[in-house]
């Protein structure tokens, strides 16, 4: 590659990872002060507040039990009386039978004495023989001997005094009464006060939720949802936590009374309960049934055994039941519950240790879901600090060109070259291409392009690109080096999609430079600029192109545009026959150039179903427009929801797509006979897309989507944003789909296409006259971590 300049900065600059001002020594003082008030206040009102935060956390778990039996009639006072009756006679008869446990297992001890004896005997004579500090040990001996000697016959010595010591008429009978009464006294208020709160949190959980509300302030709808949000996921973690650890627990206990280790029930539900604290839990539960097992059998099989037993239910439950119940969503980093647990310890003790996880779960939750408390999810979460973009650029300007390729394979096995290139890679090269004067030295520049420059050739050599006829496509950097690795990421993408692709070096516009491009069986051109303003420069480089070739189709890659779609006008005042602004759209409209116009513009063939899907579109009856009324208001009601231009329910025909249902008056063809519906001709309807795939089909912008900029009904519709998710029905059949149109670009979240399946199920139900089926809810998984080790959340 040509060595070049990176682009002076263009404007808005990259995104800051810190404040551009120093640091606010007052806000920082603020700040410190507040946290050592809040320490102090949960250090010296622990006697209070411990009790509260196993009530809550106890309410949040308990909370989903409740409202199951309100949903069924019970009234709420009943339905809290009973779980916290359920609980209190499991956690009683549970008690009961560890203490009997304990009882028969305290009497079984002392026949174990022998044993032990016998095997630490073995044990001392396997270890006996010369050691390799014995003579040391001899030495150091025989010197303490002497000087002990020495001192006794020393003159002078004085003989050490007799003890002493005074006997009272010692302590009541009350005071030895209440001496043996106040340890026990203090856990029984505190369990008691436990349970006064678990009972009336659950019992006005409501009233208390409004007042958090109202603390809270602001948005009442973020609010809200914030609360709601926190509630789920908390009360969900904490279930989730109780079935992973009986899960465990039960296992445990029955595997060791196969072995015929005494007390299997107290050790399987010491290991549920320790499998609460993080890390240290499963350690110290597994010690007692391995000293136990030690006591129990002359042998070593008995110990063996249970140590098999207790690996193997740690893999089995870390690999395949947590990553079952909670998926794969990341929560807590391990820095953060080990440094939660020593702040929760330091502060409650055992009882903190054992509370460390909740409550870190807790506020690891409300800053994902409150802006106030947003530094807890930066602190305490798993997910990376960094976007992918900023995490690359960052590895490249510490010139760790190794670490952001492992960052790119990561990426891009999660969802390939041409998504990396468009939606990362273009975004490494803006963050660059803005702190060009900004913040950057010479040294990172270069840093910057020597990690690009070895990034791109081991993705090359990782994702090699099938050789598949004579190079037609040229791809050129306009003027900056930013621009020619640009082009480098679009012809690995082009080739990748079967586009012979080609680069040319960038330089100057000169006649000599421009002959020397060698375009001359080359049928199409793209030009690629960082630049906000490249018109000057663009006009140039396409008059000498087009003087030079006369034939040459140009496409003008912006990829550092500002808002705002370039117009036909735009790209005809330039010279140049399309404006692209995005790998994914330049291989779109490049693959289309060479020859493959037609088949991408094809109509998608009929899904495999098809005889099935029109006969059960036949049995519904829709297109007699019984339901038309129906359909209409939920279309009106998708529209309101999404807040778009407008919404329609299409059912798909063999040969036609029909209006069912519309939120208002669609111009286009109409049906003859009444009640008269538009329709088109089936290979123009958007919706046939979302039926060949069976899928929802999202298009943010259909401008800059091939397949849809010249469709008949997105011009005469005047759509720029179209989303349509299948009209599904019980036996698998898409009918048709319910849309969103907007006449502006706009992006749609993996939450709102939820709510519209839920509206698409309303409208089959309305179709087919048969109860809705929800489908699954999308997850949205949040972005990759590269730490091993941490605490998952459910989603």
């Known amino acids: 590659m040509t060595s070049q300049q990176l682009p002076p900065s263009s404007g808005a600059s990259a995104p800051d990872i810190l404040p551009a001002s120093g640091i606010d020594i007052v806000r920082m003082a603020a700040w410190l002060v507040t946290g050592t008030l809040i320490i102090g206040l949960l250090y010296f009102g622990q006697e209070v507040l411990i009790p509260l935060a196993i009530a809550f956390l106890v309410s949040f778990a308990l909370s989903p039990l409740v409202r199951i039996l309100v949903r069924r009639g019970v009234p709420q006072i009943a339905a809290v009386s009973v779980v916290m009756l359920t609980v209190i006679a499991m956690l009683l008869g549970l008690g009961l039978l560890i203490a009997s446990q304990v009882s028969v297992l305290s009497a079984e001890l002392p026949a174990y004495q022998s044993t032990i004896r016998t095997k630490i005997a073995t044990l001392g004579q396997s270890m006996e023989g010369p050691g390799l500090f014995d003579g040391v ?39 030895t009464a209440m001496a043996w009464l106040a340890p026990a006294l203090a856990p029984l208020a505190t369990l008691g006060i436990v349970v006064v709160f678990v009972f009336l949190v659950l019992l006005d959980r409501g009233d208390l939720r409004d007042r958090l509300i109202r603390l809270l302030g602001g948005n009442l709808h973020r609010s809200t949802d914030a609360l709601e949000e926190a509630g789920k996921r908390i009360s969900k973690y904490l279930l989730m936590q109780l079935v992973v650890n009986v899960t465990y627990g039960i296992p445990m206990a029955l595997g060791l009374w196969a072995i015929g280790v005494p007390g299997w029930i107290l050790w399987g539900t010491l290991a549920a309960v320790m499998r609460f604290i993080p890390y240290v839990g499963p350690m110290l539960s597994a010690i007692f049934p391995l000293a136990l097992a030690f006591a129990v059998d002359p042998g070593w099989e008995m110990v063996l055994m249970a140590l098999a037993l207790i690996v193997a239910l740690e893999l089995v439950s870390n690999n395949i039941v947590e990553p079952m119940l909670y998926g794969t969503s990341t929560g807590l980093s391990a820095l953060s519950l080990i440094a939660a647990a020593t702040f929760w310890t330091a502060l409650w003790g055992p009882l903190g240790l054992i509370l460390s996880t909740p409550l870190t779960v807790c506020l690891l939750v409300m800053g994902r879901n409150l802006p106030q408390l947003a530094f807890f999810d930066t602190l305490l979460g798993s997910t990376p600090a960094l976007d992918l973009p900023t995490r690359i650029y960052q590895r490249l300007i510490a010139d760790d060109p190794d670490e952001a390729y492992d960052i790119a394979s990561d990426a891009i096995r999660a969802t390939g070259v041409t998504e990396f290139y468009d939606e990362t890679g273009m975004e490494v090269l803006r963050q660059a291409s803005d702190d060009f004067h900004a913040v950057a030295r010479a040294e990172h520049r270069l840093r910057v392009v020597e990690g690009m420059d070895s990034l791109l050739d081991d993705l090359r050599e990782d994702h090699p690109a099938p050789t598949s006829g ?22 690995h993408a082009l080739c990748l999609a079967g586009v012979p692709a080609a680069q040319r070096p960038a330089g100057a516009v000169t006649a000599r430079y421009v002959d020397g491009l060698d375009l001359e069986r080359v049928d199409t051109v793209c030009i690629g600029y960082f630049s906000r303003d490249p018109d000057a420069a663009v006009r140039g480089f396409v008059r000498r192109l087009r003087r030079r070739w006369p034939g040459l189709h140009i496409v003008l890659a912006l990829w550092n545009a500002p808002e705002g779609a370039p117009s036909e006008d735009q790209a005809e005042a330039l010279g140049v026959d399309r404006i692209v602004l995005s790998v994914d759209e330049a291989v779109r409209r490049l693959s289309l150039m060479q020859d493959e116009r037609a088949a991408a513009l094809a109509p998608p063939a009929p899904p495999a179903d098809e005889t099935a899907r029109l006969e059960a579109l036949r049995r519904t009856a829709v297109l007699d427009g019984h339901a038309r009324e129906d359909l209409d208001d939920l279309a009106a009601r998708a529209a309101d929801v999404f807040d778009v231009g407008f919404a329609f329910i299409s059912a798909i025909d063999a040969d036609a797509e029909y209006i069912v249902g519309q939120s208002m008056d669609l111009p286009g063809l109409r049906t003859e006979t009444e009640p008269r519906m538009t329709w088109m001709p089936r290979a123009d309807a958007l919706c046939n897309h979302v039926v060949a795939m069976d899928d929802t089909l999202v298009v943010p912008d259909t401008d800059r989507d091939p397949r849809f900029s010249d469709n008949p009904a997105v011009r005469q519709w005047q759509g720029r944003f179209y989303v349509g998710t299948p009209l599904r029905t019980a036996d698998g059949h898409v009918l048709g789909a319910l849309c969103l149109m907007d006449r502006a670009p706009r992006e749609i979240e993996d939450s709102e296409l939820d709510l519209l399946d839920r509206i698409a199920a309303d409208a089959v139900a309305v179709m087919t006259k048969e109860e809705a089926v929800i489908p699954e809810p999308r997850r949205e998984e949040p972005p990759a971590s590269r730490a091993v080790l941490g605490q998952r959340i459910p989603d």
């Open 470 to 491: 004579p190079v037609r496509t040229v791809c050129i950097g306009g003027k900056w080096q930013v621009d020619a690795i640009a082009a480098e990421m679009l012809v």
């Open 137 to 175: 040990f001899q030495t150091i001996a025989t010197v303490q001997e002497q000087l002990a000697t020495a001192l006794q016959d020393a003159p002078g010595t004085v003989a050490d005094p007799l003890p002493v010591t005074v006997i009272g008429d010692g302590p009541s009978p009350f005071a």
